[in-house]
C-alpha cells in the first residue's frame, strides 16, 4: 500500500509476516494465498504491502536458487503484494513453543548474523518492485545485554563494517540500495535510539541505520519527538519504522490491574516491563520477574509491557495500549517538510498468544484484524498529511 508525503515522496506501508508461523518456502508462498490475498481485498486497494520473515534457512534459499526468487516474486504479483522491506530480526524457530531470548541468538559478534542479513538483502534487491529502488531490513540490535564487553563490541563493530561494504557491493552490482536498520530494544545492548546512535557511530550510513519500533520506544520511556531529532541531528538514517503499541497498566499491583494483566503472561515471547520512578525508569526482562513479590517492581507508577498489542483497537480496561505514543511517533516523522523515513511495518506478531477471549477465528479473523491495523495505520498517516497513492 503506498501513500505519498506532500514533498512527493512515495511512503509504502505494509504488514509484517513474522505474524504467520511458517518458515518454508511452500509454507510462506501458502500464506499469500491465506492471508496476504484476502487482507489487499478486505482493504479494497489494488497493492498490499508485505514485509517479509524469512528464516535463515529460507533467505539462503533464495539467495542461492534464482529459480526459487523468481517464482516467489510472481506469487507476490499474482496476488497484488508488493515488498520493500524485510524483517531480519528472528533468525528462525519464532513461533517455537517457548522463544523468549533464543530471539536475540545469533548476535552480531559472530558470521552467522552478517551472513544472514546479507542474504535478506540480495533477496530483497530481487523482490523489490521495478519503480523501487530502495529497500530495508531491519535486525536486532547487536546483542542482549548480557553478556558484552570490549570484546564484544569490536567484534560487533567488525561485522557491522563487513555488512556495509556488502551492501556496497550489491548497490553497485544491481542498482539497488538495501539498508539495515538496528532496531533499539529493551534489554539489549542498544536499549534506545540515542544508544543506537552511538552503536552507529562511524559506520556508513549509506546502508546502516535505525529501525524505529514505537512499541519498543513507548517501554523504553523515550519521547517520539526527541528520540527522532536525535538520530537525524546524528546523521544516522531511519531506515524503517515498525508501527506497534505496547500494553499499559496504570495500576499494576491493584486487585483489578495485576488480573488483567496476568493473562498476558504468557510463555512465548518475552515480555519486558518498564516503570519509570522518580526520573529513573526501573526494568524487570518479563512480566513474572516483574510481579515477583520480593524482586518485582513497585507498581507505584504505570507500567509499560514489551506487548504488542493491536493496533485498531485499545485492551479492555483497566489496561491501555500507547497508541497515542505510536501518532506522536508517526508525526515526528512524517509531518515535517520531508519525511524521515519512507518505510512503515505494522508489526503486530502477537495475535495468536493474546488472550484467548480476544484471539482471532480461524484465518477470516486474522485477516480481518490485520486489514483493520493497515486501515488504522493508513487513516493515522493521511491525518499527519500524507495523501493516498
Known amino acids: 500500500m503506498r501513500l505519498t508525503h506532500p514533498d512527493g515522496t512515495p511512503v509504502h506501508l505494509a504488514y509484517c509476516t513474522n505474524v504467520h508461523p ?13 492471508y496476504a490475498g484476502p487482507v489487499r481485498e478486505r482493504l479494497g486497494c489494488d497493492t498490499v504491502g508485505l514485509g517479509l520473515w524469512l528464516p535463515a534457512a529460507t533467505a539462503e534459499r533464495l539467495d542461492r536458487s534464482p529459480a526459487d526468487l523468481a517464482e516467489l516474486r510472481q506469487r507476490l504479483a499474482d496476488h497484488g503484494v508488493e515488498t520493500v522491506t524485510l524483517n531480519g530480526f528472528p533468525y528462525r524457530g519464532f513461533h517455537d513453543p517457548v522463544v523468549k531470548q533464543a530471539v536475540y541468538h545469533p548476535d552480531w559478534t559472530g558470521p552467522e548474523r552478517p ?42 563493530r567488525r561485522r557491522l563494517d563487513e555488512l556495509a561494504e556488502g551492501l556496497d557491493a550489491l548497490a553497485r552490482e ?16 542498544a536499549e534506545t535510539v540515542p544508544q543506537a546512535v552511538a552503536a552507529l557511530a562511524d559506520t556508513d550510513p549509506r546502508y546502516l541505520g535505525i529501525c524505529l519500533d514505537a512499541c519498543h520506544l513507548a ?5 517520539p519527538e526527541a528520540a527522532v531529532a536525535s538520530a537525524v541531528a546524528a546523521g544516522v538514517p531511519i531506515v524503517k519504522t515498525q508501527a506497534s503499541a505496547a500494553l499499559i497498566a496504570d495500576e499494576p499491583r491493584g486487585p483489578a490491574g495485576r488480573a488483567a494483566l496476568e493473562p498476558f503472561d504468557e510463555p512465548r515471547f518475552l515480555h519486558q516491563v518498564r516503570e519509570e520512578c522518580a526520573g529513573e525508569v526501573r526494568g524487570r526482562d518479563d512480566l513474572a520477574p516483574a510481579f515477583a513479590e520480593r524482586d518485582g517492581l513497585p507498581g507505584e507508577a504505570p507500567w509499560r509491557v514489551h506487548f504488542h498489542v493491536p493496533l485498531h483497537r485499545e485492551p479492555d480496561p483497566p489496561l491501555r495500549s500507547s497508541r497515542p505514543l505510536l501518532s506522536r511517533t508517526l508525526g515526528a516523522l512524517f509531518a515535517g517538510e520531508h519525511p524521515v523515513t519512507d518505510h512503515v511495518e505494522v508489526e503486530t506478531y502477537t495475535w495468536s498468544v493474546l488472550p484467548e477471549k480476544h484471539r482471532p477465528e480461524g484465518p477470516e479473523g486474522l485477516v480481518e484484524g490485520i486489514a483493520a491495523e493497515l486501515a488504522w495505520c493508513r487513516d493515522e498517516l493521511l491525518a499527519h498529511g500524507l495523501r493516498p497513492g
Open 115 to 156: 551472513a544472514y542479513t546479507l542474504a535478506m538483502a540480495r533477496v530483497l534487491a530481487g523482490l523489490l518492485p521495478q519503480d523501487v529502488t530502495r529497500g530495508s531490513v531491519s535486525t536486532l540490535p547487536l546483542a542482549w545485554r548480557d553478556p558484552w564487553d570490549t570484546v564484544a563490541w569490536d567484534a560487533a
Open 219 to 223: 517501554v523504553a520511556h523515550e519521547e
Open 22 to 34: 511458517a518458515e518454508t518456502l511452500p509454507g510462506i508462498v501458502e500464506q499469500l494465498d491465506r
Open 174 to 189: 544491481t542498482g539497488r540500495v538495501i539498508r539495515v536498520g538496528l532496531e533499539p530494544e529493551p534489554g539489549c545492548v
